[in-house]
């Protein structure tokens, strides 16, 4: 285990569990994903890809034990150029500091990159201290400060 070739793809429908499992371990907040529906995942894939977006899973010895997201934004400002946003990164935890996680985050910039976008960005929680040292790491910077909103919206 761990010195197998890591394939990162987009994410197929049939991913959906396997994704939602990942999800939940990684989650901060107990009980916000539902493995037990993959349909609802795999629901949301097709948002994303409909919005101009991706979600990319890594793979390893056939199964897949990372995901990430990334998001297309439509900014006014750089003259009307896109930005993309990093989301959902959760790699299995067996599988941490292997290279997963790296490969991801490549794959996320060079899908980025082939958008037109300028910069790609995403916001980590405060309580990821190791997460924070893996994104520096892989060449992101702690430039802004990052402020979230909880909504009452329909699931």
């Known amino acids: 285990m761990g010195s197998e070739k ?3 793809r987009p994410a197929r429908e049939a991913d959906a569990r396997a994704i939602a499992a990942l999800l939940a371990a990684g989650s901060l907040t107990p ?3 539902d493995p037990g529906s993959p349909d609802r995942y795999a629901a949301a894939l097709v948002r994303v890809r409909a919005s101009g977006g991706e979600v990319l899973v890594a793979q390893a010895d056939g199964q897949v034990v990372g995901v990430c997201e990334v998001l297309i934004l439509e900014h006014i ?3 009307g150029a896109r930005a993309a946003e990093l989301e959902s990164v959760h790699v299995d935890a067996t599988r941490r500091s ?3 996680g790296a490969a991801l985050v490549a794959a996320s910039v ?3 990159q082939t ?3 300028y910069r790609i960005q995403l916001t980590s929680n405060l309580a990821r201290h190791d997460a924070h040292r893996f ?3 892989n060449g992101f910077s702690a430039t802004h400060v990052g402020f979230k909103r909880a909504l009452d919206a329909p699931r």
């Open 6 to 8: 890591i394939e990162v």
């Open 115 to 117: 958008q037109g976008c």
């Open 110 to 112: 060079q899908f980025a």
């Open 77 to 79: 400002q750089h003259g």
């Open 31 to 33: 009980g916000a994903e």
């Open 135 to 137: 994104y520096e790491a």
């Open 98 to 100: 292997q290279g997963v």
